[in-house]
């Protein structure tokens, strides 16, 4: 999970327009669910390619074609948030309905995380639930205390953060698997939301765990054990060799500040310390490269 801003202003002209906001209202005047309509919230188009979602073009372009929590590129669905039909933890709860088509309601998630075991209408809550649309005076509904980012929805205190809200430095650090099966994320905030996230969108299965490895060491691995092979071969001087590592490392680092890769906080978080770059890369390496490429890192980072 990376933080995320999502402009108000890139919401496509349905979401945005009249007729979505009298829908709406019909919606809440009624307390009919079933007059939600995806034709609404996924703005589907055809083309020569097949079918797509206006909706789900723009979140890609936010989320930079990534799943908003396990952060791995993917035809993402268009997840509700907060659930808009029922909450798992609140039989009583009708479901978000008012928020179904309010755009910082609406974020990308792969099948996996939202629905094959995932999220599905799972929404815990540490502050007070919002049981009831914002309403004004006149009947009509307030849009601006629909934003996820406002009062009274942000005083719940969802268990599952919200990727445009929450900066996963202040929830998340990671460690490898104890049984040798990747890299797994872990929370680290004293009131669980880290872990509850984790939790709800299964963020340490098998495949996840894998992909971090793949995606975000096995390159800089690959780059050091070739280059230490040229140094005992005599294919590089000890200055080309010096070069090289840096160049390895400067580009470890660089990749961490391109929000377009895969596992971006996971990136950042290893070339934010020599502590964390040496307890998540190091032992992906050789044990006879560990020291040397600990030094060139420690000197080029400071």
Same mark, same amino acid.
């Given at each position: 999970?990376?933080?995320?801003?999502?402009?108000?202003?890139?919401?496509?002209?349905?979401?945005?327009?009249?007729?979505?906001?009298?829908?709406?209202?019909?919606?809440?005047?009624?307390?009919?669910?079933?007059?939600?309509?995806?034709?609404?919230?996924?703005?589907?188009?055809?083309?020569?390619?097949?079918?797509?979602?206006?909706? &789900?073009?723009?979140?890609?372009?936010?989320?930079?074609?990534?799943?908003?929590?396990?952060?791995?590129?993917?035809?993402?669905?268009?997840?509700?948030?907060?659930?808009?039909?029922?909450?798992?933890?609140?039989?009583?709860?009708?479901?978000?309905?008012?928020?179904?088509?309010?755009?910082?309601?609406?974020?990308?998630?792969?099948?996996?995380?939202?629905?094959?075991?995932?999220?599905?209408?799972?929404?815990?809550?540490?502050?007070?639930?919002?049981?009831? $649309?914002?309403?004004?005076?006149?009947?009509?509904?307030?849009?601006?205390?629909?934003?996820?980012?406002?009062?009274?929805?942000?005083?719940?205190?969802?268990?599952?953060?919200?990727?445009?809200?929450?900066? $996963?430095?202040?929830?998340?650090?990671?460690?490898?698997? $104890?049984?040798?099966?990747?890299?797994?994320?872990?929370?680290?905030?004293?009131?669980?939301?880290?872990?509850?996230?984790?939790?709800?969108?299964?963020?340490?299965?098998?495949?996840?765990?894998?992909?971090?490895?793949?995606?975000?060491?096995?390159?800089?691995?690959?780059?050091? @054990?070739?280059?230490?092979?040229?140094?005992?071969?005599?294919?590089?001087?000890? &200055?080309?060799?010096?070069?090289?590592?840096? @160049?390895?490392?400067?580009?470890?680092?660089?990749?961490?500040?391109?929000?377009?890769?895969? @596992?971006?906080?996971?990136?950042?978080?290893?070339?934010?310390?020599?502590?964390?770059?040496?307890?998540?890369?190091?032992?992906?390496?050789? $044990?006879?490269?560990?020291?040397?490429?600990?030094?060139?890192?420690?000197?080029?980072?400071?």
């Amino acid at each position: 999970m990376r933080f995320v801003t999502k402009r108000d202003e890139d919401k496509t002209a349905r979401l945005a327009s009249e007729e979505t906001y009298q829908a709406l209202l019909g919606i809440i005047r009624t307390q009919n669910k079933g007059l939600i309509t995806d034709s609404i919230y996924r703005d589907g188009y055809n083309t020569p390619d097949g079918k797509r979602s206006r909706v &789900e073009d723009k979140l890609a372009i936010s989320y930079k074609y990534k799943c908003a929590y396990c952060e791995r590129l993917c035809k993402a669905d268009i997840e509700h948030y907060r659930p808009k039909k029922g909450v798992e933890e609140e039989p009583t709860h009708p479901g978000y309905y008012w928020l179904c088509y309010e755009w910082s309601n609406l974020i990308p998630s792969c099948i996996t995380c939202n629905r094959e075991g995932g999220k599905h209408n799972k929404f815990p809550v540490l502050g007070p639930r919002v049981f009831t $649309p914002p309403l004004l005076a006149d009947g009509n509904i307030n849009l601006t205390l629909c934003k996820s980012t406002l009062a009274p929805l942000l005083d719940e205190r969802p268990c599952l953060l919200h990727p445009e809200v929450d900066k $996963p430095e202040d929830y998340f650090t990671f460690e490898l698997d $104890p049984k040798g099966e990747g890299i797994r994320i872990t929370g680290i905030d004293v009131d669980g939301r880290g872990e509850s996230t984790i939790q709800i969108c299964l963020l340490n299965r098998l495949e996840v765990k894998l992909d971090r490895v793949e995606r975000v060491i096995d390159d800089f691995k690959d780059s050091v @054990h070739c280059l230490f092979a040229q140094l005992e071969n005599g294919e590089v001087s000890n &200055e080309q060799f010096a070069d090289r590592m840096t @160049h390895s490392i400067t580009l470890l680092r660089q990749r961490s500040q391109e929000d377009d890769r895969t @596992h971006t906080y996971l990136r950042k978080y290893i070339v934010a310390s020599v502590a964390n770059f040496q307890a998540i890369v190091l032992p992906f390496l050789e $044990p006879k490269t560990r020291n040397i490429t600990l030094r060139a890192f420690q000197s080029l980072i400071g």
